[in-house]
């Protein structure tokens, strides 16, 4: 059977699939996405997507309420019907199209996709020997918390790396380290899990704020505070975080070694108080780490993502 995707509320064949040359998504990058894991065919943190994907809509002045829900609701049917139990579902839409102009027309009929991948997690070798990465100048537009299709910035950021010989890219504004080119980050220093505010200068990860939960159930020191870019050479440990890459540990940056050079997670051994076992009294499995010493989100975030796929369905 060959690949669909969903396009416009319709299920086709991926090589029949087509979009307008007038589409405001393809002239002016006028569009939304977002990305959401499947673990065992149970979508991990849906609600926390779809709210994103609502606040990046107004973030574009598009009201987008009802054709979000309904989105969501045929890209679950996509899934079942893909028979992927381990994906990465790609949800875009953009306002739709109408011939060039600046002003958008009122009332356009939004361009809605899906696209359902078969899930390719970071490999045991690159989580267990780390990732390397350069710091950039934050060039992008002062709306980075919404998910746009409007990526250059974000991708020169990368081929940039990729010429350096690393990784990925760090962006710093005004001296302060912001988030990576795609993903979010976290440094721990002086024994304190630190990332960068949610502001409007970083996009306000679903798997950030995941890690932030299970380090505040495990009463970890962690902190959403202002990150001096002059104090990453002097981090004990540095890691990303995203939906597709999961977490990475960054052990160079700028040619400079990251606490010892090995992705140690010693910090997640540590915690303030005895971590919680056993269940929630709302039911919900408390996790008992942020990791594994292997390259998976641990065992604790899959039994989560299964929780919340079944708090989605009673809705």
């Given at each position: 059977m060959s690949k669909e995707v969903l396009l416009n509320g319709h299920f086709i064949p991926y090589e029949e699939a087509s979009v307008s040359i007038d589409d405001r998504g393809f002239q002016f990058?006028?569009?939304?996405?977002?990305?959401?894991?499947?673990?065992?065919?149970?979508?991990?943190?849906?609600?926390?997507?779809?709210?994103?994907?609502?606040?990046?809509?107004?973030?574009?002045?598009?009201?987008?309420?009802?054709?979000?829900?309904?989105?969501?609701?045929?890209?679950?049917?996509?899934?079942?019907?893909?028979?992927?139990?381990?994906?990465?579902?790609?949800?875009?839409?953009?306002?739709?199209?109408?011939?060039?102009?600046h002003l958008r027309p009122v009332a356009l009929e939004p361009t809605t996709l899906a696209i359902v991948n078969p899930a390719s997690p970071p490999s045991a070798e690159v989580t267990e020997k780390g990732?390397?990465?350069?710091?950039?100048?934050?060039?992008?537009?002062?709306?980075?918390?919404?998910?746009?299709?409007?990526?250059?910035?974000?991708?020169?950021?990368?081929?940039?790396?990729?010429?350096?010989?690393?990784?990925?890219?760090?962006?710093?504004?005004?001296?302060?380290?912001?988030?990576?080119?795609?993903?979010?980050?976290?440094?721990?220093?002086?024994?304190?899990?630190?990332?960068?505010?949610?502001?409007?200068?970083?996009?306000?990860g679903v798997t950030r704020a995941v890690v932030l939960d299970l380090a505040r159930e495990l009463s970890l020191s962690c902190v959403e505070a202002p990150i001096p870019a002059e104090k990453i050479p002097s981090a004990e440990e540095m890691f990303t975080t995203g939906t597709t890459t999961e977490i990475l540990p960054v052990v160079v940056v700028d040619g400079k070694t990251i606490g010892t050079g090995t992705p140690s997670w010693s910090w997640t051994a540590r915690p303030l108080a005895p971590a919680p076992r056993g269940r929630s009294p709302g039911g919900c499995w408390k996790p008992t780490g942020l990791r594994s010493r292997r390259s998976r989100l641990p065992s604790q975030i899959r039994k989560a993502s299964r929780n919340e796929f079944a708090s989605y369905t009673r809705r």
């Open positions: 990058a006028e569009g939304i996405y977002e990305v959401f894991r499947v673990y065992n065919g149970h979508p991990f943190q849906l609600e926390r997507h779809m709210r994103r994907m609502r606040a990046s809509a107004g973030a574009l002045g598009l009201e987008l309420d009802d054709v979000l829900a309904k989105l969501a609701e045929q890209s679950l049917q996509l899934l079942g019907r893909s028979g992927l139990k381990e994906a990465a579902v790609y949800m875009q839409v953009t306002s739709g199209h109408s011939p060039r102009a990732i390397t990465a350069i710091t950039v100048s934050d060039e992008r537009w002062a709306k980075c918390y919404a998910k746009t299709t409007m990526l250059l910035p974000n991708a020169a950021a990368k081929r940039r790396a990729h010429a350096a010989g690393c990784d990925e890219a760090l962006f710093v504004r005004d001296g302060f380290l912001m988030e990576a080119s795609a993903s979010n980050a976290f440094v721990v220093i002086d024994g304190v899990l630190t990332t960068a505010p949610a502001s409007n200068y970083i996009l306000h």
